[in-house]
Structure formats: C-alpha cells, structure tokens
C-alpha cells in the first residue's frame, strides 16, 4: 500500500497473538511499517478487557508499551467521541479506531473487513484489509 500512518485494528493484533503463521508472515511488514504506525487507545482497551489473567494482560502490554514510551497512542478526543455518537451502531469501537486513525492521518490496518468497509461508506479514512 502507499506510505503513511498506520494504526493497526484489534483483530490484527488478536490474529498475531493467535496464530504463529500469521504472526509470521505478517512480521517482516510489520517491523518496517514501526515508523509510521501509531497505536489507538481504543485497541488497547478491547486488547486488556480480552485479556483473562495477568500473563495476558503482560503479553499485550508488551504490545503497546513501546509506542506509549513514543507518545505514539491515538486516542478519540472530544469531537471524535460527538462523530461516533452521531453515526454509531453496535460497532462504536471500531468507528473510534477509524475516526482517531483519520484524526491523525493514519491509515487502519484490519483483518475486519465487514465492520470497516461498512463504516468507509460514511466516514472517509484510509483502510488496508488484510487477508489471512
């Protein structure tokens, strides 16, 4: 895809920590797009309420850290949280992943092609799908 931010969507991430052929197939684009990606407060409150035990909650906290340490967390700010009050469904999350990551002119990075396709026909931000 064409340069740019980045933010990656949840199911990213749960495929990552899911599957070691994903995961590795997805590393070697994964580790050069760290520049440009950015991490939305929103996949990391879905990533901890998923995580059961404290081992969990340390595996993801691995994840996010590092662009804490960068100040590269997205999160919704007020008038993102109006916008999604005004368009959302029962997929409030995922519009906040897409409104933060239009914010700051990242593109979303997602396995969750049904929700994000859905949401492109009212919001406009950049969308990557990708396919397992």
Do not use: C, H
């Amino acid at each position: 895809m064409d340069g740019g931010k980045l933010i990656y969507d949840t199911s990213v991430y749960l495929e990552i920590l899911r599957s070691k052929t994903f995961a590795g197939s997805l590393r070697p684009r994964y580790e050069a797009d760290i520049p440009s990606t950015f991490f939305s407060s929103v996949v990391i409150q879905e990533l901890l309420a998923g995580a059961t035990d404290r081992l969990k909650r340390a595996v993801v906290e691995g994840l996010y850290r590092p662009f804490k340490r960068n100040r590269r967390i997205v999160s919704p700010g007020d008038t993102t949280w109006e916008e999604a009050g005004r368009l959302a469904g029962s997929f409030v999350n995922d519009l906040l992943i897409a409104l933060s990551a239009r914010g700051v002119g990242a593109r979303v990075v997602t396995l969750n092609a049904d929700d994000f396709t859905l949401i492109r026909r009212y919001v406009a931000f950049g969308l990557e799908i990708l396919r397992v």
